[in-house]
Antibody
């Protein structure tokens, strides 16, 4: 079954770090670009980061540049989001989302999300 | 950064009626515009890409139009399962940006 499954969310203190994972079984994971998108409680969607199918190109939202790192392990069909220096306003559900090809830059498959709570 | 503005913020519609949602870009995005539907407690779902192409499995009552800076999502005859929040997203330039959403609620 084609799906994306996020994990790694939880409660972290301001200034802390967390690593999110997203597994993509059921399709040719290594052929597709992957994104992270977040949604604060009761708010809209915010794109966070993108990685190309082979990891050769990465893009970040200005709000996370220098603090978040996207990476992937195609042998494990998994994409990661390393988040450092977390802030309270980054409390959100974090979704991973699949690009329809490699670099089309919209999202044709979403995971169910994992909740990150930044609080002391 | 391209700013996406959706209107109205909330749309009250009776089942069976037509709903028209608008999305405006702060600069031209050509046809690089997607629409998503999000129901409460669920992940978003792709409805439309390329401003007017329905994604796989999306009913024909959903249609998209527009190019440049002005876009419209029309739901031809609202069904109970269509009451949700709808987002537009431009993919012309980095960073990718979303509109603030339109909530379609039952009148």
């Amino acid at each position: 079954q084609v799906q994306l499954v996020e994990s790694g969310g939880g409660v972290v203190q301001p200034g802390g770090s967390l690593i999110l994972s997203c597994a993509g079984p059921g399709f040719a994971f290594s052929s597709y670009g992957m994104h992270w998108v977040r949604q604060a409680p009761g708010k809209g969607l915010e794109w966070v980061a993108f990685i190309r199918h082979d990891g050769s190109i990465k893009y970040y939202a200005d709000s996370v540049k220098g603090r978040f790192t996207i990476s992937r392990d195609n042998s494990r069909n998994t994409v990661y989001l390393q988040m450092n220096s977390l802030r309270g306003e980054e409390t959100a559900v974090y979704y991973c989302a699949k690009d329809p090809v490699d670099y089309f830059r919209y999202f044709d498959l979403w995971g169910r999300g994992t909740l990150v709570t930044v609080s002391s | 950064e391209i700013v996406m503005t959706q209107s109205p913020a909330t749309l009250s519609v009776s089942p069976g009626e037509r709903a028209t949602l608008s999305c405006r870009a702060s600069q031209s995005v050509s046809s690089n515009l997607a629409w998503y539907q999000q129901k409460a407690g669920q992940a978003p779902r792709l409805l439309i890409y390329g401003a007017s192409t329905r994604a796989t499995g999306i009913p024909a009552r959903f249609s998209g139009s527009g190019s440049g800076t002005e876009f419209t999502l029309t739901i031809g005859s609202l069904q109970s399962e269509d009451f949700a929040v709808y987002y537009c997203q431009q993919y012309s330039n980095w960073p990718l940006t979303f509109g603030g959403g339109t909530k379609v609620e039952i009148k």
